[in-house]
Each structure stands twice: as C-alpha cells, then as structure tokens.
T-cell receptor, first 114, second 116 residues
Framework: GESVGLHLPTLSVQEGDNSIINCAYSNSASDYFIWYKQESGKGPQFIIDIRSNMDKRQGQRVTVLLNKTVKHLSLQIAATQPGDSAVYFC?????????????FGKGTRLSVIA | DAGVIQSPRHEVTEMGQEVTLRCKPISGHDYLFWYRQTMMRGLELLIY????????DSGMPEDRFSAKMPNASFSTLKIQPSEPRDSAVYFCASSLAGGLGTTEAFFGQGTRLTVV
C-alpha cells in the first residue's frame, strides 16, 4: 500500500469478493498499529487496531494481520460492499513510553465494482 | 460526544492573508494533533500537544505556522502570511494517553484551505 508518485495505488474488487490491502511499516520499534478508512470529504475513521504482541485480530468483516519479521501489515475485508469504497491508511506508533503520534502510510484506494 | 469539531470546514483566502483554523477535541482527551493532508505528501503531522503543552512541533513547515492550545477544549493553527502552497486539508485529532488501553486518534472532518 505505498504510493507511487502522485497517485495512490488502487485496488478494484467486485462486490461480494474479499479485499486485501497491504502496508509496509517503517519503524521496528512500533508496537501499535491501526487501520483507518477515509471517505471523500471526511476525516480518517478508525477501523481496527492491533498490538505488537498479536499477529491477528478480527472485527466485523475485517481482519488485520501483523508480520513483525518483515514489518508488514494487512487488512482483509470480507464480502466487500460498495460502502467500503474509500482510501485506507495504515498507521503506526509506539506506546512503550507515553503516546507518540501516529505515523501514516500513503494510503490505498479501494474501489468496489457493483 | 460530538467528536472532534473543526471550523471552518472550508476556507478560501488570498495569498498574504492570515488564516486561523480551530479545533475542539473530544472531552477528556489529553492529546491533540494537527495533521496536514496533500496528494503529494499524504498525512503529515505538524504539531501535537499533551495536556495543552506543545510536545513536538518539528513538523511545522515554517515560522509562518503557529499553533496554540490555551485550554483543554480548544486549539488553533494559524498561518501568517498564507501562501498558495499551504493549500491542503488540515485535520485535528485527539486521543487518550498511551498505555494498555485503546488509544487510537479520533479525527475531525478537516478544514479544506485554498490560498489563491
């Protein structure tokens, strides 16, 4: 899910299919990760989070996978719906000593084809 | 709670003018963040406060930018003088202190600034 030049990477999926959005994070000391969804004209909205002592966490229709070895995070959306169309950002920070600000990836645009 | 509230939602101003963006964080949150979003650079942290005290302003692009948090329920981001390259969407976010609890940042709807 890294940007290339001015354009966000785009993932197009058929309605009802599963979506997988990937993210490579930068700081091996990061211990908390969040996926945000941003719809047009709105602020980023929390979807799901995961701490570094876990490698998988499930929510409603969403699953986040964390691979600390290769510093990789993924978001899986089951049965993708038109309302899932948005830009998705992964974010990381450290909670070890206080609350450091979230560092955001560049984002991936998810386009759902009805 | 109504969430993080930002005003105005849209601002169009002429180059050289002063611009003030406003933010009301979620009540009880002790961290406040100002981010800027552009197509070129994505979401960038400008500055953040903890208990109304600025902690890190290294993301503020120039001296033309300043931010204040006079109390726990209000913050401003000021640009003086504004330039066309400041055009972006500016987001305010707030969160609770770190630790074992959930500490994701909650974002406002943003202020879309256009400097002509």
């Amino acid at each position: 899910g890294e940007s290339v030049g001015l354009h966000l990477p785009t993932l197009s999926v058929q309605e009802g299919d599963n979506s997988i959005i990937n993210c490579a994070y930068s700081n091996s000391a990061s211990d908390y990760f969040i996926w945000y969804k941003q719809e047009s004209g709105k602020g980023p909205q929390f979807i799901i989070d995961i701490r570094s002592n876990m490698d998988k966490r499930q929510g409603q229709r969403v699953t986040v996978l964390l691979n600390k070895t290769v510093k990789h995070l993924s978001l899986q959306i089951a049965a993708t719906q038109p309302g899932d169309s948005a830009v998705y950002f992964c974010a990381e920070n450290r909670h070890e000593k206080g609350n450091t600000p979230l560092v955001f990836g560049k984002g991936t645009r998810l386009s759902v084809i009805a | 709670d109504a969430g993080v509230i930002q005003s105005p939602r849209h601002e169009v101003t002429e180059m050289g003018q002063e611009v003030t963006l406003r933010c009301k964080p979620i009540s009880g949150h002790d961290y406040l963040f100002w981010y800027r979003q552009t197509m070129m650079r994505g979401l960038e942290l400008l500055i953040y406060f903890n208990n109304n005290v600025p902690i890190d302003d290294s993301g503020m692009p120039e001296d033309r930018f300043s931010a204040k948090m006079p109390n726990a329920s209000f913050s401003t981001l000021k640009i003086q003088p504004s330039e066309p390259r400041d055009s972006a969407v500016y987001f305010c976010a707030s969160s609770l202190a770190g630790g074992l609890g959930t500490t994701e940042a909650f974002f406002g709807q943003g202020t879309r600034l256009t400097v002509v």
